[in-house]
Each structure stands twice: as structure tokens, then as C-alpha cells.
């Protein structure tokens, strides 16, 4: 019996995920690891899925026993993004689980990086193509191992890391008409998409795989995205200016974009209360630079095929989420 594993199975995605996953494959077929092993379900441990306790920050021997006895590793990237501290974790992951004997590891990347190129000014990017390519070189020194990566698309749920933190259900302030950003809102814009329809995607390709697998060799190999990247993106491209403008029918008053300097954006209270400081403001600021090339304007189809329909909207995702629907 082939058994699957997601690490970290925690986070949204990561919780989406393995709640449709379960509808998919027997749970006794499933294990589940995460930093806090108690806030996985009873009603899926009474369904038979295994939960193990492990964190990024583990050793490489600890994650080694942590991902024993998984065939495919669903492994979501460290909630980070900072480049080099991000790299530093995932590689390790990656080798831990093939030293234990992992065959096929899904990895949950991010939709920058346009139409499947393998550069990106975002900062937020490079770690998830430094472990991209890392899986595709281990990939082809041994033809036992493969992988899948899936660019998930920019959450429509977090628009507040792109809009200077404006949250609609937020009381009215001073300043909180003016979402003060280094862009000017024009396009090309962002591909939102649904955070949830991610997780099923992401659970549909897993249990694709699985079942390709237990059916044989041959039938495994054949399975359309091994060693491929795939990119889930939303149905539509909104501007920033055309996404503050929903924001701003949620919030019920009217929101408008004020472009500002890198140096006058990582200096705002609200930035540096998320961020802590102001170098880390800077290089998050990077992905503007990346949405303003073109990099999150890509639409490609691939998630209504996965799922089977269309896509919930961009306006109705927000509207759901920030409480007005």
C-alpha cells in the first residue's frame, strides 16, 4: 500500500489540501505532519490517518524518520520570504525525504515567474526556484525519483500583503482611504484565485498520481505532470487598481491606490508592524517590481481542467472571505 504524506500539514493551504484529499484516497493511506500534531481532526485520525510531529527546524535525521514509510511527499514551502533562510530549509527537506524514501515529491511553489520561466525580481520567488530546480536535478541523476512542481497562484484571500495591508472589515482611519504602495495600480495585474480551489487542485493531482501509481510502473510514468511544473492560476487578470476597487465596494467606502517610493512604502507604521523591519519590507516590495513585468498576469486553464468547472470569481472570493457575503 502506497502512503502518502504532507509536510507541513498545517497553514491554509496545507489544511484545504488534506481535507479534500481525504475525500479522495482511504486515510489509513495518509500521514500527516506538522509542527502541532493536536490540531489535526480527531475525525480524521478516527478515519485512520497517521500524524507525526516535525517542523522545518528539525535535523535533517528528524525529518528523515519523520517522512519513513511516505512513497509521495506533498511538501508546502516555509512560510517565509526570505531567500536564503527559505533555500537553507527546503534543500535539506527535499534530501531527508529521498534519503527515506520518498519516489515523488509535489511541491508547492508560487505562481510568480510568468508563463513557466525560471527567473523571477520577486524575492518571495527564489527560494521556490532554487528548490525547483534542485528537484529536477535529483530528478535526473536518479530515474527512481520524480517530482512535480505546482506554481500556485496568488491567493485571492491575500490581498492585504499586496495592498499595504488594507483589510475592508477594518474600522475606518485616518489613512485607510489611501493604500499607499510602490505602484500605481495600472496592469498588467494578478490572476487571483481561490485559495481553496488551490488545495483541491493540489489534492486531485496528488491522488492522480496515487492511484497512476498503484496501477503499475508503467501507468506511473505515463502520469501527465511527472517531472513538469504545472501553473493554477485564476480565470481573470485584475489590475491592482481594478482589485482595490472590489475591496473598496466591500469596505463600503472608497479605497484608492497613492503610489509611493520603496523608501517611503517600508517606512509605513502598518508595513513595519508586519514586517518588523525595514529591510524585510524592502525586499517583499520586489514583488510590485515583478507584477508590474508581467509575472502574475498569466492565465492558463489549467485549474478548471483539474476541477472539472469553472472558477469562482475574483469578486465573489473577496466578498466571501473579507465578510460581505
Known amino acids: 500500500m502506497a502512503i502518502i504524506g504532507i509536510f507541513p500539514a498545517s497553514g491554509a493551504l496545507g489544511t484545504s489540501t488534506y481535507t479534500h484529499l481525504l475525500k479522495l484516497v482511504p486515510g489509513n493511506e495518509v500521514i500527516l505532519i506538522n509542527r502541532y500534531p493536536q490540531k489535526i481532526p480527531q475525525s480524521h485520525i478516527s478515519a485512520g490517518v497517521k500524524v507525526r510531529k516535525a517542523s522545518f527546524e528539525n535535523s535533517p535525521s528528524e525529518l528523515q524518520a519523520a ?18 533562510y527559505r533555500t537553507k530549509v527546503h534543500l535539506p527537506a527535499v534530501d531527508a525525504a529521498k534519503g527515506a524514501g520518498v519516489k515523488h515529491i509535489f511541491y508547492a ?4 515567474g510568468g508563463d513557466y520561466k525560471k527567473s523571477s525580481r520577486a524575492e518571495v520567488m527564489q527560494a521556490h526556484l532554487d528548490t ?6 535529483l ?4 530515474p527512481s525519483f520524480t517530482y512535480t512542481v505546482i506554481r500556485e497562484g496568488l491567493y485571492a484571500e491575500s490581498t492585504p500583503i499586496y495592498t499595504a495591508f488594507f483589510v475592508p472589515s477594518e474600522p475606518v482611519s485616518e489613512d485607510n482611504g489611501v493604500i499607499q504602495i510602490p505602484h500605481d495600480g495600472s496592469g498588467p495585474g ?3 484565485v481561490k485559495r481553496d480551489e488551490l488545495g483541491e487542485a493540489s489534492a486531485r493531482l496528488i491522488a492522480g ?3 497512476a501509481a498503484a496501477a503499475g510502473e508503467n501507468d ?3 502520469w501527465e505532470y511527472v517531472n513538469k511544473t504545472v501553473l493554477l492560476t485564476g480565470p481573470k ?7 482595490v476597487a472590489v475591496l473598496s465596494q466591500i469596505a463600503g467606502r472608497e479605497v484608492k491606490i497613492k503610489q509611493v517610493s520603496v523608501d517611503e512604502y517600508v517606512k509605513l507604521p502598518k508595513v513595519l508592524d508586519k514586517f518588523g523591519k525595514e529591510e524585510l519590507a524592502r525586499t517583499w516590495a520586489t514583488a510590485w517590481d515583478a507584477i508590474r513585468d508581467g509575472e502574475t498576469a498569466v492565465v492558463t486553464g489549467e485549474l478548471e481542467k483539474i476541477l472539472g468547472r469553472e472558477l469562482e470569481a475574483f469578486d465573489v472570493a473577496a466578498r466571501k472571505h473579507f465578510g460581505r457575503e
Open 132 to 137: 525547483e530546480r534542485y528537484l529536477a536535478k
Open 209 to 211: 498520481f496515487h492511484i
Open 67 to 84: 517522512f519513513s514509510g511516505i512513497d509521495t511527499l506533498f511538501l508546502i514551502s516555509y512560510p517565509s520570504h526570505v531567500h536564503d
Open 109 to 112: 511553489s508560487l505562481g510568480f
Open 190 to 192: 494578478v490572476a487571483w
Open 237 to 243: 487578470v485584475w489590475s491592482l487598481a481594478e482589485t
Open 139 to 142: 530528478a535526473s541523476e536518479d
Open 220 to 222: 506511473q510514468k505515463r
